[in-house]
């Protein structure tokens, strides 16, 4: 019986090497290994991108923002006092 076990492994390790050595498998491998490469160089420059896009939103649209909030409430500003005063409530210039 341990001969005829013994017999069985040699089949099944043979069977398992011829194919972990196939063309196929190594083919596999490789695209594998190559796609890996391929989303490592995607990240790192979707990141640099990503910072690039940030720091430029910083640097160019918040204070945008910061300063249409401030000139609109300035406008609130000068009408409320318009109100106040009496004089009639002169509507903002639509664009």
Known sequence: MAAKRSSNE??????????????????GKRVASDAG?????????TGKAAWIAGTTFLILVVPLII????????????????????????AAPQK
Do not use: H, W
Not at 10 to 27: F, T
Not at 76 to 87: H, M, P, V, Y
């Open 10 to 27: 040699g089949v099944l390790s043979r069977v398992s090497s011829s194919i972990s050595e196939s063309p196929i498998v190594y083919k």
């Open 37 to 45: 490469f391929v989303a490592k160089k995607l990240l790192k420059s």
């Open 67 to 90: 300063e249409m909030e401030r000139e609109a409430q300035y406008n609130d500003l000068e009408l409320q006092q318009a109100s106040l005063l009496g004089t009639p409530a002169v």
